[in-house]
């Protein structure tokens, strides 16, 4: 199904809780965040027959997020159902990668092709002090196993002026023998301490210069390049120095069932409750009104959410 502006929508991101078990500072910030309750959060059911509907106007592709996904009780069995709408050709997964080492096998029998792992920094401490958790070994144990398994492995690192922007060269340095992508995400001001997203924001468009590259272009919203003598990749994600907007093809379905065509927009609609027919009028209308571009800037995103609470 295609937009007002005529893009076609076929991706949806699915949050399936607000919590995670570590605490990164530009999402939830030191004190955390206020959690939903249980009883607003949507039921698998729900989750999956709002999937099935989207399915049957074009949707493709799904991306499971948080929150951390694997902090939901359950959730392979929502997973297993997913993997199981005919229409859906490629199925992901955004975790940070801290519980899910003995599931791996699983969701690739689930038919898993692709996992995400957020990872902003290769060093313990500094782990420690961005997530509040000592788990980079867990961390780093999942996703070489996640590599051995086949999986299409991306690793997500926010660039925080001044944390890990030391570290580029070392994320860039993974790629080398492996064939798997590394992004850059540029700093959002959509967390839960914008003082310290405006404060650290590093604009990420010249941090390969040093190196003997071939533009690949746009993978979504990503710009990818492949370095020379790398099996893998390295993409850039800037959504404030380089908007991607004119390109994006994604929806999204927030833990307590409100439907967000902008992650940072403040323009929300709730399924939660509705019947099978009021649900598929809401996801159309959400779909074909989805705005033209976001209009995040210096003064944080319109957004009333955090990132943990919508799903990236």
């Known amino acids: 199904m295609k937009d007002q502006f005529g893009r076609?929508?076929?991706?949806?991101?699915?949050?399936?809780?607000?919590?995670?078990?570590?605490?990164?500072?530009?999402?939830?910030?030191?004190?955390?965040?206020?959690?939903?309750?249980?009883?607003?959060?949507?039921?698998?059911?729900?989750?999956?027959e709002t999937a099935e509907i989207m399915a049957g106007l074009g949707i493709k592709k799904?991306?499971?997020?948080?929150?951390?996904?694997?902090?939901?009780?359950?959730?392979?069995?929502?997973?297993?159902?997913?993997?199981?709408?005919?229409?859906?050709?490629?199925?992901?997964?955004?975790?940070?990668?801290?519980?899910?080492y003995d599931k791996l096998e699983s969701l690739k029998e689930y038919g898993i092709s692709r996992i995400n792992f957020s990872l902003d920094t290769l060093d313990r401490e500094k782990f420690r002090l961005i997530t509040g958790s000592d788990k980079l070994e867990e961390v780093q144990r999942t996703i070489d196993k996640a590599i051995e398994l086949g999986f299409k492995v991306k690793i997500n690192a926010v660039l925080i002026k001044g944390f890990n922007d030391k570290e580029i060269a070392d994320f860039v340095e993974l790629t080398r023998d492996y064939d798997i992508e590394v992004r850059f995400i540029e700093l959002m001001p959509i967390g839960a301490d914008l003082d310290f997203d405006r404060n650290n924001?590093?604009?990420?468009?010249?941090?390969?210069?040093?190196?003997?590259?071939?533009?690949?272009?746009?993978?979504?919203?990503?710009?990818?390049?492949?370095?020379?003598?790398?099996?893998?990749?390295?993409?850039?994600?800037?959504?404030?120095?380089?908007?991607?907007?004119?390109?994006?093809?994604?929806?999204?379905?927030?833990?307590?069932?409100?439907?967000?065509?902008?992650?940072?927009?403040?323009?929300?609609?709730?399924?939660?409750?509705?019947?099978?027919?009021?649900?598929?009028?809401?996801?159309?209308?959400?779909?074909?009104?989805?705005p033209k571009s976001h209009r995040i800037g210096d003064f944080g995103s319109e957004s009333v959410r955090t990132m943990s609470s919508i799903g990236g």
């Open 62 to 100: 799904i991306r499971l997020t948080g929150g951390e996904p694997f902090a939901r009780r359950g959730v392979m069995d929502l997973i297993k159902k997913l993997s199981e709408i005919p229409e859906i050709e490629d199925f992901a997964i955004t975790t940070n990668g801290s519980m899910v």
């Open 8 to 48: 076609e929508i076929s991706y949806l991101r699915i949050s399936v809780t607000d919590r995670c078990n570590f605490r990164c500072k530009y999402c939830m910030g030191e004190d955390g965040i206020k959690l939903l309750d249980h009883d607003d959060i949507l039921t698998f059911e729900e989750i999956v």
């Open 201 to 290: 924001y590093k604009e990420n468009l010249h941090i390969l210069d040093g190196y003997r590259r071939k533009d690949l272009g746009f993978d979504g919203v990503a710009r990818t390049f492949a370095i020379e003598g790398h099996k893998g990749r390295v993409g850039l994600i800037s959504p404030l120095s380089h908007k991607f907007c004119k390109d994006c093809n994604r929806i999204r379905l927030t833990a307590d069932g409100k439907l967000k065509a902008c992650l940072h927009s403040r323009e929300e609609i709730s399924i939660k409750g509705l019947s099978l027919e009021e649900k598929k009028k809401i996801i159309r209308e959400s779909i074909y009104k989805k």
